[in-house]
């Protein structure tokens, strides 16, 4: 997790993506660094998620270029799985295991595709539930949790894998208010240990803390993309100028 | 709202001042509400005369069941051998006992969760069955061999409830995962089996098993007419459990799957750890339900010609003396089935309590 400014850890050339006769993705050109932490904003519907998603073959797409960490996305299984493998996700909705507790939902991975035996498992799997501010919930299962400490448990889990770049998908939007901050702040320390990240989120104060650039997509392209500063304070095209009027309003 | 003073809840309602409320509110409920219990006190009294204290227990009193008032328990006395054990040979009826008490602890013993892996489970059935199979069948360890059509009464019962499930219900897991396949053909061609088999009513099943398969199928391939009556029950059970378990695999959101393809899991995996376990919990009441409707339906097999318990006990009363006393050999036939059918239903809601807990 070094930062490497000259590996690539993420390159999209040219990326399209039809769910049936709908485009979604539209020639999408994309280079993340190692360490380099990305938010990705819009407007719902714009193609976000499936975007990330695609970095994990959550979703095909179905024309240019996917490399993670020089490794080519294709159809190629062994390929999939190595990727899979080195790219951590945490997702709206948490998608905890609910029938295993918070221990077990760590350590499943671990266990099945890192092949740890159980003591070594629980002792990692214990580390970063530390390092998420919950380790005294380690017994209990999703269910009896908040919210916000779903979602730590869940990013927990994803770190147990010891990805190399963390993928997020809106992790705040499910969220009460109160519990925002809680999650933000597992985020940002991650930033700052040089972990790379794409955030799809709408958390700008967030986006102006951690983010190297911060991209604006609408109707399935990548409008415009800079640096934080520049991006909020002089957005170039209107659509952007738009959309933020419209989030920052409040 | 300074003062601190605790709030505590309000104190239940004493079980009288419940009574009252529900039974006795008003002049109408209290008429409606003793006329109720007099019905019922008066049914109770009846049965209880009826079952214990009218009745006659000893067989060598048979003379006295027909002056008697109450039930004629005699029947049950002389011929619970011929109702618990068919046509087994009489002098080997310890095994068929000793084979029941086998499969019946084997039963029980899976359903403890200590067994809930696939390898347990595994050895537990193969050594139950194994040995359940030995003491019935014979033919080594110096026991005599008592071939299947000897086989009767409640082990034959028992045996087919836990064949069925043996086969049936691995059998259902697979047809269950197969018809949500992600190859077309492979979907296709599970759905269309299952649909084959539940359009088909059991009986059509269990005759073409027994009577028309031999026709069919080459000799080796044929084995006892039990054995092939019991592949068919268990792919008819198969079927119906396929479909209450991926009625539990379709409630399960698709962020789960997805979750456990972004650590890395392999399909199986994916299968074992995340989708079966939270597809059982979903439809555990369904699945409960089948293998309660599977027991009952066991009784259907009198009819291509094997004597399991119901069979044996309409041979029981079948003799002279005995024909009047039908009421009684089906009452104890009642009561044994109540024994399984009810622990298998208060086993399902045990397990739907336990598994709440990690839903939270
Ligand atoms: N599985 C699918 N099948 C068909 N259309 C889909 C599917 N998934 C998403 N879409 C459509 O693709 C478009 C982009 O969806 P996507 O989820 O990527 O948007 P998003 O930018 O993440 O929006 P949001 O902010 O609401 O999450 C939407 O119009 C959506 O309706
Ligand atoms: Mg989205």
Redesign the pocket.
């Known amino acids: 997790m070094v930062e490497n400014p000259s590996v690539t850890a993420i390159t999209m050339q040219g990326v399209n993506k039809w769910?049936?006769d709908?485009h979604?993705l539209k020639d999408i050109d994309l280079q993340v660094a190692m360490g380099e932490k990305i938010v990705i904003c819009?407007?719902?519907?714009?193609?976000?998620?499936?975007?990330i998603?695609c970095i994990c073959k959550l979703e095909d797409h179905q024309r240019g270029l996917i490399n993670v960490l020089g490794i080519e996305l294709n159809d190629d299984i062994a390929n999939v799985d190595e990727i899979r493998r080195e790219v951590g996700m945490v997702f709206q909705q948490f998608n905890l295991f609910p029938h295993m507790t918070v221990l077990e939902n760590c350590t499943l991975a671990l266990t099945l595709v890192r092949k740890k035996n159980r003591e070594e498992a629980e002792a990692i799997a214990m580390g970063f539930l530390e390092k998420v501010h919950i380790p005294e919930q380690a017994a209990k299962y999703p269910g009896e949790l908040s919210g916000g400490q779903q979602q730590r448990v869940a990013i927990a889990r994803s770190l147990c894998m010891n990805p190399e770049i963390m993928l997020f998908?809106?992790p705040t939007s499910a969220l009460d208010p109160e519990m925002i901050s809680e999650v933000l702040d597992v985020m940002v320390s991650l930033a700052e240990e040089g972990m790379t990240m794409i955030c799809?989120t709408h958390e700008m104060g967030f986006a102006r803390r951690v983010a190297d650039r911060v991209i604006f997509?609408d109707q399935?392209e990548i409008v415009e993309q800079n640096d934080p500063l520049s991006f909020f304070e002089n957005p170039a095209n209107e659509r952007t100028q738009l959309f933020l009027s419209q989030i920052l309003q409040h | 709202m300074t003062t601190a003073i605790q709030q505590l809840p309000p104190a239940k309602p004493s079980f009288a001042a419940r009574l009252q409320k529900s039974l006795f509110n008003s002049p109408l409920d209290c008429v409606i509400s003793v006329v109720c219990a007099a019905l019922l006190f008066y049914l109770l009294y009846q049965i209880i005369d009826w079952a214990f204290i009218a009745s006659i227990w000893r067989a060598e009193d048979v003379a006295l069941c027909k002056a008697a008032d109450g039930a004629c328990w005699s029947v049950i006395d002389a011929r619970h051998r011929i109702i618990l054990f068919g046509l087994f040979p009489f002098e080997e009826h310890w095994r068929s006992t000793l084979a029941c008490i086998v499969m019946v602890a084997t039963i029980v013993a899976s359903c403890f969760t200590w067994f809930w892996s696939a390898t347990r489970l595994g050895l537990l059935w193969l050594c139950g069955f194994g040995v359940f199979y030995i003491l019935m069948r014979g033919g080594m360890f110096g026991l005599t061999g008592i071939t299947p059509e000897r086989w009767g009464g409640l082990a034959l019962t028992i045996f087919i409830f836990a064949s069925v499930s043996l086969i049936g219900m691995p059998l259902s897991i697979v047809l269950a995962l197969g018809r949500r396949s992600k190859l077309p053909v492979v979907a296709r061609l599970t759905g269309l089996f299952i649909d084959f088999f539940r359009s088909l009513p059991l009986l059509t099943i269990l005759f073409a098993a027994a009577v028309i398969t031999p026709f069919v199928l080459p000799g080796w391939l044929q084995g006892d007419k039990l054995y092939r009556v019991i592949v068919g029950f268990a792919i008819f059970f198969a079927c119906y459990q396929a479909e209450n378990i991926r009625a539990g695999l379709q409630a399960i959101p698709p962020g789960q799957d997805e979750a456990g393809l972004t650590l890395g899991l392999n399909y199986w995996q994916r299968v074992t750890r995340i989708q079966l376990p939270q597809a059982f919990r979903n439809s555990l009441p369904s699945i409960v339900n089948q293998f309660v409707i599977t027991f009952k339906e066991t009784s259907i097999v009198t009819i291509v010609g094997f004597f399991e318990i119901l069979a044996s006990g309409h041979a029981a009363y079948g003799t002279g003396e005995w024909t009047p006393h039908y009421v009684e050999v089906y009452v104890f036939i009642g009561l044994i089935y109540f024994a399984f059918v009810f622990s298998l239903s208060r086993y399902g809601a045990y397990l739907e309590n336990r598994m709440r807990v990690g839903h939270g």
Do not use: A
């Not at chain 1, 819009?42 to 975007?51: D, M």
């Open positions: 769910f049936d709908f979604v819009g407007p719902s519907g714009s193609g976000k998620s499936t975007l998603r998908d809106e799809v997509m399935g």
